[in-house]
């Protein structure tokens, strides 16, 4: 920063101050909110982006990936330098220097039935950056149950929907998309995606965002907004609730407990893992342990990347979860889990 420019907040909001539609009056209520985003990569870098020159004063950043080459062509947050980075940390410090009035927190996680409400519950609004749809019906059902509008955006190809649900006032996402699987949807690596589609629902979701925060508008509430751009072809549909949603009716069971501990990532050969029981390592020390037996690619503040053996890549997390990458079985994966931790982390 040049020293002789101070950053002063009047000065910097200056041409949003000046809309009729925000004011002082709305830019106040943007720094006194709160909002997590769920995923930051194609969808939630660019919703994180411009909440945050938008001077939302809190952003909760929750995502469980490093940052690859593969990436870059749309998650604009990242940079080359940023590979192998947990995505939240350099996410946090891109966005601590294009606004330092805005809190950052960022958090290395997976969501999952026992943290999804943790995480969301002291928000004033959820905004959707997730590439799957397992984890969107648990964040739509937390969100559900503690009536947090949830900024739904979904982005692939050249098409793109986005929403706002809050029940009981509107639709939820299961009246809208229920039962479906992610094995029948197609994924960005195989269907591919532009960097603008995801930047334009991404940039959507902040405008929704940022008009239920200030009060401003009409929102996206009761409306799925359909955005086809290899014909330039939007349509705005009114969306009911449907009598026998589960979550609208408040009578979800947790169904799945299905192996959480453990899951595929979306598109590659990298399985997440997470400890069997909450842990908070000593990365320091884990360090020192590790660049004696492995090559060391990355030492971060929330994580350590280094090569194990036989071209599998592993990202170790402060808070004890393993990505590894470059295997080919779940069996493998928890075997070189379970060695690293027994060998490296236990007795620490
Ligand atoms: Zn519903």
Not at 118 to 130: P, Q
Not at 183 to 197: A, F, H, K, Q, Y
Request: glycine share 6%; with cysteine.
């Amino acid at each position: 920063m040049n020293v002789d420019i101070p950053f002063d907040p009047q000065i910097f909001y200056s041409r949003q101050i000046v809309l009729r539609e925000l004011g002082p009056q709305g830019q106040k209520k943007l720094k006194q909110s709160r909002v997590a985003i769920i995923g930051v990569g194609g969808l939630g870098s660019v919703s994180a982006l411009y909440l945050a020159l938008a001077g939302v004063g809190f952003l909760r950043l929750i995502d469980q990936d490093t940052v690859e080459l593969h990436n870059l062509h749309r998650q604009v947050l990242y940079s080359l330098e940023n590979l192998r980075y947990p995505k939240v940390e350099a996410a946090a410090k891109r966005i601590r220097d294009l606004n330092p009035n805005v809190e950052v927190e960022p958090i290395p996680e997976n969501i999952r039935t026992d943290n999804v409400e943790e995480l969301i519950k002291d928000v004033d609004v959820v905004v959707d950056g997730l590439d799957n749809i397992r984890t969107r019906y648990l964040l739509n059902r937390a969100c559900a149950k503690h009536r947090i509008p949830y900024v739904f955006g979904a982005a692939i190809g050249l098409e793109g929907n986005l929403s706002v649900f809050a029940p009981p006032e509107t639709p939820c996402l299961e009246c809208v998309f229920p039962n479906f699987k992610d094995e029948e949807l197609p994924t960005c690596d195989v269907r591919g995606v532009l960097g603008s589609t995801t930047g334009i629902i991404g940039t959507l979701q902040a405008m929704e965002t940022i008009k239920l925060l200030a009060n401003i508008g009409e929102t996206l509430k009761g409306k799925l907004l359909v955005c086809d751009f290899e014909n330039m072809y939007f349509v705005k549909l009114d969306i009911p609730k449907r009598s026998d949603c589960p979550v609208c009716q408040g009578v979800t069971t947790e169904k799945s407990h299905i192996s959480e501990r453990l899951a595929w990532l979306c598109g590659h050969k990298t399985v997440n893992i997470n400890p069997s029981r909450p842990m908070l390592l000593d990365l320091e020390r884990i360090y020192e342990k590790l660049e004696k037996r492995f090559k060391i690619l990355l030492k971060s503040s929330l994580a350590i990347v280094f090569e194990f053996y036989g071209g599998v890549e592993v990202s170790l997390f402060k808070n004890g979860r393993m990505l590894i990458k470059n295997v080919e079985d779940e069996e493998n994966a928890l075997k070189i889990y379970k060695s690293i931790m027994n060998e490296l982390i236990v007795e620490v």
